[in-house]
T-cell receptor
Framework: GIQVEQSPPDLILQEGANSTLRCNFS?????LQWFHQNPWGQLINLFY???GTKQNGRLSATTVATERYSLLYISSSQTTDSGVYFCAGIQGAQKLVFGQGTRLTINP | GAGVSQTPSNKVTEKGKYVELRCDPI?????LYWYRQSLGQGPEFLIY????????DSGLPNDRFFAVRPEGSVSTLKIQRTERGDSAVYLC????????????FGPGTRLTVT
């Protein structure tokens, strides 16, 4: 099955800073999702983005399917952005394969 | 509308006991998934239902784990003879049709086996 690698594993920033999180796939995927796991463990859907670019407020994501990677951009970070960010892809079968996550800490 | 719900939110049980975890998917979603998340890791797939049938159970770790979805809506994950290594957060997700659609997750059940 596919392998999903996320980088960096940890990221500590000051409020107001911008950040870029990366997700690499070992093989092509049919679909890709980005999630934010809040401190209570809830996985919140950020983007469903098999290819192209999407934006939602301060967040945007770009997936380059032919090169097997996706990027999540967070601009003007706020303390509430803290948490773990996961990307996950589907290849063939319907199960999501998750990366190990990026733990983002935004300090006031 | 209502999201995916899971009960209980927390379950503490003794080694060797039987537990059931319940998932209520988003209304109208035909696809339902169970995942397990250990501390510091990403969720890992357990089983996928399309309607009432288990379309893919390749992620179930052994025969102590079983899941059902008898009416194509609510699902129950059943674990027999629990072991301490089963301690994890069990997550349920649903999607409209399972054809690579976006998956939506419930809040999870935190299982602790003592």
């Amino acid at each position: 099955g596919i392998q999903v690698e996320q980088s960096p594993p940890d990221l500590i920033l000051q409020e107001g800073a911008n950040s870029t999180l990366r997700c690499n796939f070992s093989d092509s995927v049919n679909n890709l999702q980005w999630f934010h796991q809040n401190p209570w463990g809830q996985l919140i859907n950020l983007f469903y983005i098999p290819s192209g670019t999407k934006q939602n407020g301060r967040l945007s994501a770009t997936t380059v399917a032919t090169e097997r990677y996706s990027l999540l951009y967070i601009s003007s970070s706020q303390t509430t952005d803290s948490g773990v960010y996961f990307c996950a892809g589907i290849q063939g079968a319907q199960k999501l394969v998750f990366g190990q996550g990026t733990r983002l800490t935004i300090n006031p | 509308g209502a999201g995916v719900s899971q009960t209980p939110s927390n379950k503490v049980t003794e080694k060797g006991k039987y537990v059931e975890l319940r998932c209520d998917p988003i209304s109208g979603h035909t696809a339902l998934y169970w995942y397990r998340q250990s501390l510091g890791q990403g969720p890992e797939f357990l089983i996928y239902f399309q309607g009432t049938g288990a379309a893919d159970d390749s992620g179930l770790p052994n025969d102590r784990f079983f899941a059902v979805r008898p009416e194509g809506s609510v699902s129950t994950l059943k674990i027999q003879r629990t072991e301490r290594g089963d301690s994890a957060v069990y997550l349920c997700a649903s999607s409209p049709s399972g054809m690579g659609n976006e998956q939506y997750f419930g809040p999870g059940t935190r299982l602790t086996v003592t």
